[in-house]
C-alpha cells in the first residue's frame, strides 16, 4: 500500500519562500507528482520527480530523494495567489498508472 | 483544446437514489482515472481505465458503486442506493497513458445526499 504523509496547514509571508515537505513508505515508487489546488477548483499539475535531485520550474523546484522517501516543493517570491492546497501523489511501479494522493497541505500566503 | 469536462458540476439527491456522473476526457488519452474528494482531503483513489476495461478497481468502496468506459473514451460511475457519506467532491482525470505523463483533471461532480 502507499501511506504519504504532508503537513496539514502552513503560513508564510508574500515575498519569501516556503518549503513544503512530503514522506512517503510505499510497497513501489514510480515517480512523485505534485499539484496545486485551489479552494473549489481542480488540482493542477506542478511537477513530477522520478530520479533524486532537484528540478526547478521558474519560483517553483521540487526536490526527491528516492532512498529517504522524501520530496519537498519549493516557492519562492510568494505571491498571495500562491495560497492554495498543494497535493504530494505517488505513481505505483505496477502499469505505472496508479497514483495515490497524499491529504494536502493548505499553504496561506499572509501580507 | 478541451480538458476533462465532468457532468454534473453539481447534483442533489435523496439518500436511497441511483446517480449517474459523467467524464468526457481529454481527446486521444486512453488512462482515465476517478476520485473521490471531501473537504479538507486528498483525492481518494477510486478506479483507473486503461482503454474500454478498467486496470485498478482497487479504490472502490463497495458494491454500490460501479464505473464503465464502454469505448475508450467517455466513463460513467454509477453509485447505486446513495447514502449521506457518499457525499464528496467526485473528480474524474485523464492521461496519455505514458509512464511519466501527469494527470489532467475536471473540475469535478459536487454530490450532496439529502
Known amino acids: 500500500g502507499q501511506n504519504i504523509d504532508q503537513p496539514t496547514e502552513m503560513t508564510a509571508t508574500e515575498g519569501a519562500i516556503v518549503q513544503i515537505n512530503c514522506t512517503y513508505q510505499?510497497?513501489?515508487?514510480?515517480?512523485l507528482f505534485w499539484y496545486q489546488q485551489h479552494a473549489g477548483e481542480a488540482p493542477t499539475f506542478l511537477s513530477y520527480?522520478?530520479?533524486?535531485g532537484l528540478e526547478e520550474k521558474g519560483r517553483f523546484s521540487s526536490f526527491l530523494s528516492r532512498s529517504k522517501g522524501y520530496s519537498y516543493l519549493l516557492l519562492k517570491e510568494l505571491q498571495m495567489k500562491d495560497s492554495a492546497s498543494y497535493l504530494c501523489?505517488?505513481?505505483?511501479?505496477?502499469?505505472?498508472?496508479?497514483?495515490?494522493f497524499g491529504t494536502g497541505t493548505k499553504l496561506q500566503v499572509i501580507p | 483544446g478541451a480538458g476533462v469536462s465532468q457532468t454534473p458540476s453539481n447534483k442533489v439527491t435523496e439518500k436511497g437514489k441511483y446517480v449517474e456522473l459523467r467524464c468526457d476526457p481529454i481527446?486521444?488519452?486512453?488512462?482515465l482515472y476517478w476520485y473521490r474528494q471531501s473537504l479538507g482531503q486528498g483525492p481518494e483513489f477510486l478506479i483507473y481505465?486503461?482503454?474500454?476495461?478498467?486496470?485498478?478497481d482497487s479504490g472502490l468502496p463497495n458494491d454500490r458503486f460501479f464505473a464503465v468506459r464502454p469505448e475508450g473514451s467517455v466513463s460513467t460511475l454509477k453509485i447505486q442506493r446513495t447514502e449521506r457519506g457518499d457525499s464528496a467532491v467526485y473528480l474524474c482525470?485523464?492521461?496519455?497513458?505514458?509512464?511519466?505523463?501527469?494527470?489532467?483533471f475536471g473540475n469535478g461532480t459536487r454530490l450532496t445526499v439529502t
Open positions: 481527446s486521444g488519452h486512453t488512462a
Open positions: 510505499t510497497s513501489g515508487f514510480n515517480g
Open positions: 481505465f486503461q482503454g474500454t476495461g478498467a486496470a485498478d
Open positions: 482525470a485523464s492521461s496519455p497513458g505514458q509512464w511519466n505523463s501527469p494527470l489532467h
Open positions: 520527480n522520478v530520479l533524486d
Open positions: 501523489a505517488v505513481r505505483d511501479p505496477r502499469g505505472y498508472q496508479k497514483v495515490t
